[in-house]
């Protein structure tokens, strides 16, 4: 086994791996055949299982989320590509409206058993359509399971959980993550849906940040440790389940919160967090919750522009000296 594997190649590592395990495991979307998906995501799947199980599809997300959405009622574990993330909004009513409702208004006879994959995020400067991170907008959806991985290995882990939930998983792979590499996943590797990951363990404030804002809440932890700032670093995982009690546990001990997310403060999945937190741990707190967001305008193209809007280790640094002195 390879000493790294990247974060590109996991995805379609731990793809292989659950259609191996699973026939009724299929994939569609644009390009995902041999071309191997238009971010190398899908690379050797069609090589390997055929074009039976391996669709490439038209160009029309309502196409490929419509069709994935009859497969999984009738007995198929369809794991859906939409290419960019922006472009969930042109199969909504699937997405919102008919795949969360479906076990609810059948009273359980029929589950929905899909996958939808998706680019997510932004940092590489493709504009205001192609760079937006929308888990905030699935996360308003009752009846959506939301998967974000940081790493190779929970791509790997999270993928085999989310194909294998009988409830439908809007799975979010970052655009700027693909290219990093971490240690390989273990043969059978499986992390439970809504089980987050203490990264890095300090005892004077708790950072908690999801996909590619780990990266940043890490760079800003090695920062602050210089200054003799401990964080604590929480890597969420998933948006639902919503892992609140590792959150809380960590502040029991540093007394300090806060959230670093790419989706735009109003709206964002930290205000929710931050509620429960005011709600269920508010003894727990000697400060003010601060959250550390993505600035409410659409995504400049210009890199320079881009970097004003996404948070970054130095936006958080500033954020919990400010913190660490109230």
């Known amino acids: 086994m390879a000493d790294v594997i990247s974060y590109r190649e996991a995805v379609a590592e731990g793809i292989a791996r659950e259609m ?4 009724a495991v299929v994939c569609l979307g ?3 055949g041999a071309a191997g998906g238009v971010f190398k995501t899908t690379a050797g799947l069609f090589d390997e299982f055929g074009p039976d199980r391996v ?3 038209p160009i029309s997300e309502q196409a490929i989320v419509g069709a994935a959405m009859g497969a999984a009622m009738t007995g198929m574990r369809p794991v859906a590509e939409i290419m960019f993330s922006d472009f969930l909004a042109c199969c909504w009513d699937y997405l919102a409206n008919e795949i969360p409702k479906v076990r609810y208004m059948t009273g359980g006879q029929v589950t929905v058993p899909l996958v939808v ?3 997510n995020g932004g940092g590489l400067g493709f504009g205001a359509q192609h760079s937006q991170a929308t888990e905030n907008w699935a996360f308003t959806v009752p009846g959506l399971k939301i998967a974000a991985p940081a790493t190779p290995a929970d791509v790997i882990g999270m993928m085999a959980a989310a194909i294998r939930s ?3 998983v809007v799975f979010f792979e970052h655009k700027g993550l693909l290219a990093t590499k971490g240690p390989p996943a ?4 499986l992390v439970e849906l809504g089980r987050a990951a203490l990264v890095r363990a300090g005892g004077d404030v708790t950072l908690v940040a999801l996909a590619s804002m780990v990266p940043v809440a890490l760079a800003a932890a090695e920062e602050l440790a210089r200054e003799g700032i ?3 670093v929480i890597d969420l995982r998933c948006l639902v389940p919503l892992d609140a009690a590792t959150v809380l546990a960590s502040l029991a001990r540093t007394s300090r919160l806060v959230t670093v997310e790419e989706n735009p403060y109003q709206g964002g999945w930290g205000g929710t967090l931050v509620s429960i937190v005011a709600d269920e741990g508010f003894g727990l707190l000697d400060a003010p919750v601060r959250r550390v967001a993505g600035e409410c305008v659409p995504l400049p193209f210009a890199d ?3 970097e004003q809007v996404i948070p970054t280790a130095e936006k958080v640094v500033a954020t919990v000296r400010r913190l660490a002195a109230y």
């Open 20 to 23: 191996r395990r699973d026939t």
């Open 186 to 189: 273990p043969p059978d590797h």
């Open 230 to 232: 401990e964080a604590d």
């Open 30 to 32: 644009e390009d995902i």
């Open 117 to 119: 994959r998706t680019a």
């Open 166 to 168: 009988d409830d439908p």
């Open 55 to 57: 669709w490439d599809t």
């Open 304 to 306: 320079a522009l881009e």
